[in-house]
């Protein structure tokens, strides 16, 4: 699968890549640059991996293997793509597994190229560091850690023992002996700790404690904070003594697949909490406040445990909802009038709504600024999120439910 001749077709799209990756101005360094056009992409997803359709049944995955694929090169250049490649599907569907196209919800990828060297050169460890990596996938960030520190200055954790078995193959197939653990990452790793950095493929709703305990004082962690609402942003946090941490959300939209013990629960079937008695007025903002990125990270600030729903009845509109099933709250927008109106009918014991539109008033009162704006502190028993009002600390902050 490995192509070593330094001048064959792999090497070409590996430079290739490099090449458009400091053209975009996301490969910032050589160091970087040097691994990116060493790291053979292919080799980590050697199985194979599942492309994307949309049609009548919603999306479909098909499996695009090495072995079924005709066109070898043309399979070579999918892989060199800065794409991300899906290689998990329900949490143990992988692309040998089914022959035509297949539903299912990816669990499991290798992170397009440009963002994982984005966040490598964000993360910026310096000879001789020693990072921890959450969320292994396919191994090929793990890879690219490997080829510019060096193995024994890499962990990572994969919670997935049939991903975690596969990268642990694909890294020894390509000469690189991390040490691999397989277990739940938000656990962090006790036995290598401490290191100098923490770098997380994973989402958390909230950062876990032990994180902050396994890294040094003046080390760095950095993460995607996402939660149910799927808002997201990516933070980098500098560690403090007694284990608290903080810092800034870095510019761009990033999301990750949340970590597994994060991942919301099941909302099942909700209709006799939707018919609950409720109280009902003209909303001030919609449902389209959830298409924004700055919007949705503020209403998954404001109601945390709330998860979307759309639902439709025969004849009638789409409906969108807020549901909270961790304490029985919802909050229900309905079309009002042609003009883009709704009215929102909220029960339980939270006014969902009322609160997302209280965070979309503040955002919007310090003139909408972007997510820079915000920073994130963390100790072992408080976590705030806090909106930077004229670039000066001490704005309006939402506290994260631990
Ligand atoms: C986006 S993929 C990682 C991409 C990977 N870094 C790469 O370059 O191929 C996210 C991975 O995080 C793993 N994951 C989810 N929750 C986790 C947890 N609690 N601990 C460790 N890994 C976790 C998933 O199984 C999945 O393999």
């Keep these: 699968m490995i192509d070593p001749a330094p001048d064959g077709h792999a090497a070409r799209l590996r430079k290739r890549l490099a090449d458009r990756l400091t053209a975009s101005g996301t490969l910032r360094s050589s160091a970087w640059r040097t691994a990116v056009e060493a790291v053979p992409r292919e080799a980590f997803v050697a199985d194979g991996f599942f492309r994307r359709s949309n049609g009548p049944q919603g999306t479909m995955w098909t499996p695009a293997t090495p072995a079924d694929d005709d066109d070898a090169d043309a399979w070579l250049e999918e892989v060199y793509a800065d794409e991300t490649l899906i290689t998990q599907l329900d949490s143990g569907v992988h692309p040998g597994d089914v022959d035509g196209p297949v539903p299912g919800a990816p669990t499991s990828s290798s992170t397009l190229p440009g963002l994982v060297v984005r966040m490598l050169e964000d993360l910026a460890p310096k000879g001789g560091d020693r990072v921890l990596e959450i ?74 404690p032990a994180w902050l305990r396994q890294v040094k004082p003046g080390g760095t962690i950095l993460t995607t904070l996402s939660g149910w609402l799927y808002g997201s942003g990516l933070v980098q946090l500098t560690v403090g003594e007694g284990g608290a941490a903080e810092g800034s959300f870095l510019p761009g939209t990033v999301s990750f697949m949340i970590a597994r013990p994060h991942a919301a629960p099941d909302l099942g079937d909700v209709s006799h909490l939707l018919h609950q008695p409720g109280d009902e007025r003209p909303a001030r903002y919609g449902p389209e406040i959830l298409q924004d990125w700055v919007p949705l990270f503020l209403a998954q600030l404001a109601a945390p445990a709330a998860q979307y729903l759309s639902t439709k009845t025969d004849g009638g509109p789409w409906l969108d909802h807020a549901i909270d099933i961790t304490n029985g709250s919802f909050a229900t927008l309905t079309p009002a009038g042609g003009d883009g109106k709704h009215h929102v009918r909220q029960g339980g014991p939270h006014r969902l709504w009322d609160d997302v539109e209280s965070a979309i008033d503040i955002w919007k009162a310090a003139g909408s600024p972007p997510q820079t704006a915000f920073s994130f502190t963390a100790t072992p028993t408080r976590q705030t999120v806090r909106l930077n009002t004229s670039g000066t600390p001490g704005g309006p902050s939402w506290t994260l439910r631990l």
Excluded at 156 to 164: K, L, N, V
């Design 135 to 208: 969320g292994t996938g396919t191994g090929y960030s793990t890879a690219l850690m490997c080829q510019r520190l060096g193995s024994d200055q890499v962990t990572s954790i994969e919670y997935d023992p049939a991903t975690a078995a596969r990268a642990r193959a694909a890294l020894a197939a390509a000469g690189y002996a991390p040490r691999l653990v397989q277990g739940d990452g938000l656990l962090g790793d006790d036995d290598g700790a401490p290191y100098d950095h923490l770098i997380a493929t994973c989402a958390v709703r909230t950062l876990p």
